[in-house]
């Protein structure tokens, strides 16, 4: 599969995409493994990350922490 370069607004646009979409698919599981409360603490810790990033709020949550709270 060739790949189109894309600059770096358009990466980190589709990362939290991706982030967010792994996070609502594992909040809807009904019995959580150790792994996947270890993927929920991994994805949040990349948006935290991420959220550092001036451009965010355009494409991020607001409050990360209230929306994907991690036990």
């Known amino acids: 599969m060739?790949?189109?370069?894309?600059n770096s607004r358009?990466?980190?646009?589709?990362?939290?995409?991706?982030?967010?979409?792994?996070l609502n698919?594992?909040?809807?599981v009904q019995r959580k493994t150790l792994?996947?409360?270890?993927?929920i603490t991994a994805y949040v810790e990349c948006l935290e990350y991420i959220?550092?990033?001036t451009?965010?709020?355009?494409?991020g949550i607001e409050d990360i922490e209230r929306?994907?709270?991690?036990e």
């Open 67 to 70: 929306q994907f709270p991690i």
């Open 25 to 28: 698919e594992l909040k809807d």
């Open 51 to 53: 959220s550092r990033w």
């Open 10 to 22: 358009r990466v980190l646009k589709g990362l939290i995409d991706y982030l967010i979409l792994s």
């Open 35 to 39: 792994f996947a409360e270890g993927e």
């Open 2 to 6: 060739a790949s189109k370069k894309q």
């Open 55 to 59: 451009g965010y709020k355009k494409y």
